[in-house]
Nanobody, 120 residues
Framework: QVQLVESGGGLVQTGGSLRLSCAASGSISNLNTMGWYRQAPGKSRELVATVSSIRFTSGGSTSYADSVKGRFTISRDNTKKTVWLQMNSLQPEDTAVYYC?????????WGQGTQVTVSS
């Protein structure tokens, strides 16, 4: 089982930036995908960005939701077992609880979520 602990959420004005962190621990496979999802009030949870591991010591390939392309950047450090989400040019519609996700061939884990609020 993999445990995920998120940090870095908060309140920011429109156009501001935040950086989310997710630290993983436990039985981490060398081949996995980590990512960020978000859920706004009254809406379904949606994918924000993912990054897969290709080699143990490097970052992997990334994918983004169209709504965040060019504004958000996902990155990871496999040696530190950490993934980050740098969020720039934040908009009120980015307000949501952001969840870290881990998936490998055998398991999936979720973090507890961190609130991001963007004021207009």
């Amino acid at each position: 089982q993999v445990q995920l602990v998120e940090s870095g959420g908060g309140l920011v004005q429109t156009g501001g930036s935040l950086r989310l962190s997710c630290a993983a621990s436990g039985s981490i496979s060398n081949l996995n995908t980590m990512g960020w999802y978000r859920q706004a009030p009254g809406k379904s949870r949606e994918l924000v960005a993912t990054v897969s591991s290709i080699r143990f010591t490097s970052g992997g390939s990334t994918s983004y939701a169209d709504s965040v392309k060019g504004r958000f950047t996902i990155s990871r450090d496999n040696t530190k077992k950490t993934v980050w989400l740098q969020m720039n040019s934040l908009q009120p519609e980015d307000t949501a609880v952001y969840y870290c996700n881990y998936r490998d061939l055998r398991s999936e884990s979720w973090g507890q979520g961190t609130q991001v609020t963007v004021s207009s």
